[in-house]
């Protein structure tokens, strides 16, 4: 068993198939908690600044990438594009972390949708972002 078996809850579903995410990650998709989606992030070595904390870009990535799972997911769209994401960091995020995403749908339209996440490290808050999504034709 390695150590993100360990840490990660049981059922978790890496996520990071191709491309960037793979460089990133790894980033895994979560047993949900009713209309709250969570998504994991195991903070390893690669992932830290020169400070010795995690990299508020790796979080910001990690947070998009969880967001825009969850407008796939709600709105049933192969694609879905990143339009807008703020991201406001409240604490620092540190080696061996599991940081946990809980991404909610706060508004969704024909062609948007509206979300928010709480970015986590057991008690502590480490980021609170809000974004939209465009939902994309089929």
């Not at 390695?2 to 990133?24: H, K, M, V, W």
């Not at 009713?34 to 195991?42: I, N, R, S, V």
């Not at 390893?44 to 997911?73: C, W, Y």
């Not at 620092?92 to 709480?118: H, W």
Request: hydrophobic share 40%.
């Amino acid at each position: 068993m390695t150590d993100t078996q360990i840490a990660l809850p049981p059922g978790a579903e890496n996520i990071s198939r191709g491309g960037f995410n793979l460089y990133a990650g790894p980033f895994w998709r979560l047993p949900g908690e009713g209309a709250t989606h969570l998504y994991g992030l195991l903070v390893e070595p690669k992932h830290m600044n020169s400070s010795g904390s995690l990299h508020g870009g790796v979080l910001m990535t990690f947070a998009d990438i969880a967001m825009s799972q969850t407008s796939r997911a709600v709105s049933g769209a192969k694609t879905c594009s990143t339009v807008s994401l703020t991201c406001d960091f409240t604490g620092p995020g540190k080696l061996g972390d599991v940081i946990i995403a809980r991404v909610r749908v706060t508004r969704e339209t024909r062609t948007m949708v509206f979300l928010s996440a709480e970015l986590v490290c057991g008690e502590r808050t480490l980021g609170v972002v809000t974004g939209l999504w465009k939902i994309l034709e089929q």
